[in-house]
């Protein structure tokens, strides 16, 4: 429960534009791959307004 709250805050992070290395210091990931699926988010987001 708490790990799909964690993502759904990430995502809307990632959403309203926060860069991905900020998101990767705030959940403590060492490695990027662990955040980028955030960006896929971000990502999705920017294609429905374009």
């Known amino acids: 429960m708490l790990t799909e709250r964690v993502g759904t805050f990430a995502a809307n992070l990632a959403k309203r534009g926060m860069p991905i290395h900020c998101i990767?210091?705030?959940?403590?990931?060492?490695?990027?791959?662990?955040?980028?699926?955030y960006s896929d988010a971000r990502k999705e987001m920017y294609d429905e307004y374009m």
């Open 24 to 37: 990767q210091t705030l959940l403590g990931h060492e490695e990027p791959q662990q955040t980028r699926l």
